[in-house]
């Protein structure tokens, strides 16, 4: 069955390092492909999407691109902060049901 | 627009007892989607309504059901509950065939 599979973590990093958290999907057909955002104690807010091959979402620094040749959709920021510390989420959806991976939490250093 | 707004926020039940989980839709949203997330998971897809019906759902058992009104807000109901049911329920909503779904802050259930 369709299935989202993302590094585990927990993943440390210091401020204004490089991250890269990576994901892969396995889809019957051709999803659209999001990452979610949890931060402590709160729900899921959207980060970023793409809904076809070779389409790079964006937002708060924030890249993934849709890649079909390799089923994947890594998540990368340049420089990351302390205040992106949270779990992240990598999913596909189809026909308004969203599928997730397990989730990976991420720890910034000051 | 107050987005998507689900109550309680935290609750408390025992074990065998049943519990109704509410959720209202962001404006001009039609179908109303509900997740299970246990504690260090993913969430995990319960079912959808769209047009007052279940449209879809996942692997949960018949314990699990739901309801959506004329206003499009909805509520899951979950009987006989059991200590595993325990999890963060979360509700999203979307437009249909437009894919992205916004989410509720989540009710927090806690069985004893």
Same mark, same amino acid.
């Given at each position: ?12 990093? %210091? ?16 999803? %659209? ?49 302390? %205040?992106? %510390? ?25 | ?112």
């Amino acid at each position: 069955g369709d299935s989202v599979t993302q590094m585990e973590g927990p993943v440390t990093l %210091s401020e204004e390092a490089f991250l890269t958290i990576n994901c892969t999907y396995t889809a019957t057909g051709y999803p %659209s492909l999001f990452w979610y955002v949890q931060y402590p104690g709160e729900g899921l807010q959207l980060l970023l999407k793409a809904t076809k091959a070779d389409d790079k979402g964006s937002n708060k620094g924030f890249e993934a691109t849709y890649r079909k040749e390799t089923t994947s959709f890594h998540l990368e920021k340049g420089s990351v902060q302390v %205040s992106d %510390s949270a779990v992240y989420f990598c999913a596909q959806g189809r026909d308004d049901k969203i599928i997730f991976g397990k989730g990976t939490r991420l720890h910034i250093l000051p | 627009d107050a987005g998507v707004t689900q109550s309680p926020t935290h609750l408390i039940k025992t074990r065998g007892q049943q519990v109704t989980l509410r959720c209202s839709p962001k404006s001009g949203h039609d179908t109303v989607s509900w997740y299970q997330q246990a504690l260090g998971q993913g969430p995990q897809f319960i079912f959808q309504y769209y047009e007052e019906e279940e449209r879809q759902r996942g692997n949960f058992p018949d314990r699990f059901s739901g309801h959506q009104f004329p206003n499009y807000s909805s509520e899951l109901n979950v009987n006989a509950l059991l200590l595993g049911d325990s999890a963060l329920y979360l509700c999203a909503s979307s437009l249909a065939g437009f894919g992205e779904a916004f989410f509720g802050q989540g009710t927090r259930l806690t069985v004893v």
